[in-house]
T-cell receptor, first 116, second 107 residues
Framework: GAGVSQTPSNKVTEKGKYVELRCDPI?????LYWYRQSLGQGPEFLIY????????DSGLPNDRFFAVRPEGSVSTLKIQRTERGDSAVYLC??????????????FGQGTRLTVV | AQRVTQPEKLLSVFKGAPVELKCNYS??????LFWYVQYSRQRLQLLLR??SRESIKGFTADLNKGETSFHLKKPFAQEEDSAMYYC?????????FGAGTTVTVRA
């Protein structure tokens, strides 16, 4: 089976526009995470889903950011009224259960978002 | 609050030389630490975790709770070790990452 898949791989949008980033986790993985990686920084946590529900959205920077996972598989990260500061690589990861013990998070290749 | 610090942004070593990547953390609970690696044009992947106490691709890392460190070491660096390395701390089912260290192994 394929790993975590993210689409698109690159997205250029104009300031103020709305964007959606998609993540297809590994089949059967119940846990899904979104991270944001700005230039020169490590990934920063945004939100964690366990099944369909957002178990922890403490990393979302403001109310312009929203994420859903309606059927407990594919997730979409939505950003409204994009700003130039939103430019970053958005990473998705999934794991077979909550992280801990021997459970490993598998990362997608990321979506590079550029707001011009 | 939890924090992971990687003091070196860049590290350059010659092939066959030892390499050590530093990682320090702050965390009030019992830490669970990892090293992730990202090779050129590849996705981020787990290299090793402290609970496994294993050597992966010749790399080892020991958790030192007294010094709050989890340094990554390899006695003889290879050119294929050139990559970006991130130290990470697990807490509440999520990971906090350091800023990363870019390692270049020169022939």
């Amino acid at each position: 089976g394929a790993g975590v898949s993210q689409t698109p791989s690159n997205k250029v949008t104009e300031k103020g526009k709305y964007v959606e980033l998609r993540c297809d986790p590994i089949s059967g993985h119940t846990a899904l995470y979104w991270y944001r990686q700005s230039l020169g920084q490590g990934p920063e946590f945004l939100i964690y889903f366990q099944g369909t529900g957002a178990a922890d959205d403490s990393g979302l920077p403001n109310d312009r950011f929203f994420a859903v996972r309606p059927e407990g598989s594919v997730s979409t990260l939505k950003i409204q009224r994009t700003e130039r500061g939103d430019s970053a690589v958005y990473l998705c990861a999934s794991s077979s259960g909550p992280l801990g013990g021997n459970t490993e998070a598998f990362f997608g290749q990321g979506t590079r978002l550029t707001v011009v | 609050a939890q924090r992971v610090t990687q003091p070196e942004k860049l590290l350059s070593v010659f092939k066959g030389a030892p390499v050590e990547l530093k990682c320090n953390y702050s965390y009030s609970g019992s830490p669970e630490l990892f090293w992730y690696v990202q090779y050129s044009r590849q996705r981020l992947q787990l290299l090793l975790r402290h609970i496994s106490r294993e050597s992966i691709k010749g790399f080892t890392a020991d958790l030192n709770k007294g010094e709050t460190s989890f340094h990554l070491k390899k006695p003889f660096a290879q050119e294929e070790d050139s990559a970006m390395y991130y130290c990470a701390l697990r807490h509440d089912y999520k990971l906090s990452f350091g800023a990363g260290t870019t390692v270049t192994v020169r022939a």
